[in-house]
DNA sequence: CTAGGCATGTAACTCGTTACATGATTGG
DNA sequence: CCAATCATGTAACGAGTTACATGCCTAG
């Protein structure tokens, strides 16, 4: 089992989901392309720590919905609480941030104002999704024994970094203004 | 060229270095380890973007010496405008967070606060390594012609990213402790 | 005396991306 | 009419990790 079986687990504890959901809903914290995650959920299938119902749909393509079994939850609660790997990010932003005493004023605050453009963009995704989870669940969703408890706390660890990062951006901004 | 390889451009601008040093100093905006370094620095001097000289040390091995050349300059220089690629981050641990209404409080908890102790490493680290900047080159590192503004506003990103993190997992734990 | 740092490399493997492939429906 | 969304899959390739391989030096 890698990283990626893990998270698809976990995303099917609350309720059942397809491939195509698991993708959209995956994104907040591991991103995956569709082509990795069909296979996947057949050997997970095969593995029996999850089973598929065909679900057909109008005015839509059918659907394979997939829902975790006793045996898959089992297998993901005994994961929880061994150390997790040491995290990776990677970012061709800032390598260009590294490099950024090779160009120009004007280039180096186009890079930094197309990047806040680009986390506002996720921040007020984030900002709704939170309020519709508090909206739907009220106080409950901040207790751990809400169904999406965990879900909540990724969004709220999202959003702070999203917005952590524009203000930084304004910042390394500020100091290209006073550059030269 | 693949990002790592301009990871590593980026990393010989301000001066030359071993592939073990790039290792260690890419830790902070990409990581890789030795195996994928050492080949592709290789490809590189293929390309005649870096050359390499062979230094003798005493008391320690042997290294290479990379330096970046004008071609791997302008090839570097061209590529920063273009639009980076959507930054990709994986963290097992965010996995666990995820499925963290599957276990108890007190496994809860301690996952949290491993992260603290994982994270207030690092936050130690960043702070020691602005510091030296700053006493070494003054002000003049908030300027865009210093040399190392690119890898000091790096540094600031991660420290101010990492600062971030330990306040949520603290909220994270007041949640915890106020729950069932 | 042994664990860890310094230093470089290759081989085998897994993980992840891009491209190929199909097809219906909806909104602009 | 064209682009986007829904929906699933495979094949080929590139990126990244783990394991294999070597060897000297230093600090506890």
Redo the contacts between chains.
């Keep these: 089992m890698n ?1 990626l079986g ?2 698809l ?3 099917l ?1 609350r309720k059942p989901r397809s491939g195509y959901e698991l993708k959209q809903l995956l994104e907040v ?3 995956a392309k569709h082509s990795q995650i069909y296979p996947l959920l057949t050997k997970l299938q095969q593995e029996e720590l999850v089973t598929s119902e065909l679900v057909g749909q109008c005015g839509k393509p059918d659907k394979k919905n997939y829902a975790i079994t006793e045996k898959g ?1 089992s297998v ?2 005994e ?3 061994h ?21 120009d ?1 004007p ?2 605050k ?2 930094f104002e ?1 990047r806040i453009a680009f986390v506002n963009k996720k921040v007020a995704y984030r900002e709704q999704e939170i309020k519709s989870m508090e909206q739907t669940l009220g106080e409950d969703v ?6 999406s ?3 909540y ?2 969004f ?2 999202k959003l ?2 999203n917005r ?2 524009i ?2 951006c304004r ?2 901004l500020s ?2 203004d ?3």
């Excluded at 995290?87 to 590294?98: G, M």
């Design positions: 990283a893990y998270a687990l976990s995303m504890v914290f591991w991103q939850l993901l609660k994961w929880i609480p150390p997790p790997a040491i995290p990776v990010s990677r970012d061709e932003f800032l390598i260009k941030v590294n490099a950024i005493g090779l160009t004023i280039t180096a186009a890079l197309e901040k207790d751990i024994s809400s169904k408890f965990g879900r706390l990724l709220h660890r702070r970094e952590e990062e203000e930084w910042w390394a100091l290209l006073r550059s030269r």
